[in-house]
C-alpha cells in the first residue's frame, strides 16, 4: 500500500481505511485533530492530553463520521502494529481534498516530526460544515467589512473523500555550511550634514548649542500667496567639487544634499582615496532613504508635460524615486554593498540607520553610509502641509515660529537637508585607524497602527518602540541619561510623545531631554539623519543643546525634565534618538560612548 511508485515522483497517496492497517476499535476517532493538527506541530510535539481534547479545527473535516485513531492514543498503537517500518517515511504535505464539478483543497506542510504520523492518516470524511459556523469569514477592514462563505460555493466538500498524504522517503538532512558569526559591535566612525545651520559636523552642532535658529522667510520662489512664508531653507548651498556639474543640473536637490552629505561622511571619518582603494568594496553599503523624494523633478516634468512630453527631463523618472540617491552615491564610490532606499516618512532616517547597523551585525558588510535626505520647500510641498493645517503660520518673527512643547505651538516649520552617519565594523575600524565617535548599541521601530497623522491617545506605539530598543541594545532605562526626541512643535505630537517617554522612563532626575527641531525646523526623512548627529556630538562633547522659545512651556509636560534655553553640560551615557512618521511609523536608535 505504500511502496514507492515508479514514474511518479516517488508520491503516492495513503488509500482508504480498509487499506491500512486497522486500529482497535477503542482507538476510534475523527482523523482530522492528528493529521491537521500535527502538520502545524514545527516546534514540538503536543502531549497526548492536549491531543485528546483538541478538536478538528478544518471546515472541510467531518467532527464524527468516519472513524480513524486519535493520534493521543494512537502513538503507542502505532509503536507495534504492523505498520512499524512506515516510521521511515516522512510526510511532507496532507492535502484535504473534495470532489465535484469544482474541486477545493487545502493542505498544510508537514514538519519533520510527522515521519511516523502515516498510519494515522488514513481516511477521512470532508463534508459541508454547518452553514453559517466556522465556514463564514468576518473581519472587519480599514475600507469596510468582507465576508466570505465557502459552504456557498458551487462544489462544495462532499463527504466520502478520503485524505490524499504526499510523501516520500526518507532523506539526509541538508548541510548547512553556514559560519556561525557572533554579534558584532557597530561604531560611528564618520559624520556627513547640510542643513540650515551649516553643512560641517562641528559648525552645525556649534550653532545648536549658541542656540541660533535657522528658520527664515522662504526665498527659493514666490510665496506671498501662502498662509504659511517660513522655513528652515538652506540659503547658500554648492556641489562643486562633490557632484560633477551636468550630474547635478538634472538631478533633484534631495539627491544633491544626498551625495555631499554621504562623501562628506566619508571625508569626516579618514576615508581618504589611498583607503578607499584597499577597502573591500563589495563588503560596503548605501542606505540613505528620503521621506519626500524627487518631487521638484516631478513636478516640473508635470508642468512640461502640459506642453509637450517632448519638452521632460529624461531622468525625470529615475530621479524622482527616493532610492535614487543612494544608487548615484554608490555609483560614485564604487560600493557594491546592500544598496536600497526605506521611506518611512519622518522616521525614516532611523529606520535606515537601524537597518544598515543590522547588515554590519549579521557580517554582511564592514562599512554603510546611512541617513536621510528631503528638499521638500517647494510650492507643491509647501502647499500640501498647508493644505492639511500642519504648518506654523507665524512669518511675522520666524525664529519664534518652532517652539517644541511650549503651549503657543501652532504647528511645525518646513525644513531641508541631509544628515548621514558612517557606521563601521568596530575591528575593521580599529585596523585602519578611525577615529570613534560613538558606539552604535541598537533600535527599535514599531507602528501605531492607528491614525495616518496622529498619534496613538495612549502612546502605545512609542512606548513599545522605545521599550524594544532598550531590550535590543541591553541597556536599562536607568542607562538612559539623555533623549533627543522627535518633538515637531505640533499640539498632539509633542505632549503624547512626552508622555510616553515619562511612562517608560519615570521620573528619572538625571534625563534631560531637547528638540533639535526648535532650530533647525523638522527636515522630514532627514530630521533623524541630523538629530543621530547632534546625539553622537552630544556625547563626544559633554554638552547637549538648549530648547529654545519655551517661553511658556505646556502644563502637562515636567519642565525639570527639559534642557532650558542655555546649553547644558551633560556627561552622556546612553543618548536616545526618537524619531516618528506619518502612517504611525516609530523609531528610536542608542548610541553611548566608545
Known sequence: TFRRAPGNGGFLPVRHLSDAPKPPPSLLKTTAAAAFLLSNSRKSLPTPLAFARLRPNCPHLSRAQTPVPVLASAVSWLVDAPALPLLRIQVIRITFVSSGSSSCAMSAVAPPLCTWIVAACLSATCVADDEGKQRNYIGGGLFGTRRHLAARRRGGARSGVPIAVSFHPERGGVENNKSETKQRRVVVTGMGVVTPLGHEPDEFYSNLLQGVSGISEIEAFDCSSYPTRIAGEIKSFSTDG????????????????????????????????????????SRCGVLIGSGMGGMKVFSDAIEALRVSYR?????????????????????????????????????????????????????ETDLMLCGGSDAPIIPIGLGGFVACRALSQRNSDPTKASRPWDMDRDGFVMGEGAGVLLLEELEHAKQRGAEIYAEFLGGSFTCDAYHMTEPHPEGKGVILCVKNALADAGVTRQDINYVNAHATSTQLGDLKEFEALCRCFGQNPQL??????????????????????????????????????????????????????????????VALSNSFGFGGHNSSILFAPF
Open 242 to 281: 562633490w557632484v560633477a556639474p551636468k550630474l547635478a543640473k538634472r538631478m533633484d536637490k534631495f539627491m544633491q544634499y544626498l551625495i555631499v552629505a554621504g562623501k562628506k561622511a566619508l571625508e569626516n571619518g579618514g576615508v581618504t582615496e589611498g583607503i578607499m582603494n584597499e577597502l573591500d568594496k
Open 512 to 573: 534631560r531631554v531637547n528638540s533639535t527641531k526648535s532650530m533647525t525646523g523638522h527636515l522630514l526623512g532627514a530630521a533623524g539623519g541630523i538629530e543621530a548627529v547632534a546625539a553622537i556630538q552630544a556625547i563626544r562633547t559633554g554638552w547637549i543643546h538648549p530648547n529654545i522659545n519655551l517661553d511658556n512651556p505646556e502644563k502637562n509636560v515636567d519642565v525639570s525634565l527639559l534642557v532650558g534655553s542655555q546649553k547644558e553640560r551633560c556627561d552622556v551615557k
Open 311 to 363: 519638452k521632460m527631463n529624461p531622468f525625470c523618472v529615475p530621479f524622482a524615486t527616493t532610492n535614487m540617491g543612494s544608487a548615484i552615491l554608490a555609483m560614485d564610490l564604487g560600493w557594491m554593498g546592500p544598496n536600497y532606499s526605506i521611506s518611512t516618512a519622518c522616521a525614516t532616517s532611523n529606520f535606515c540607520i537601524l537597518s544598515a547597523a543590522n547588515h554590519i551585525m549579521r557580517g
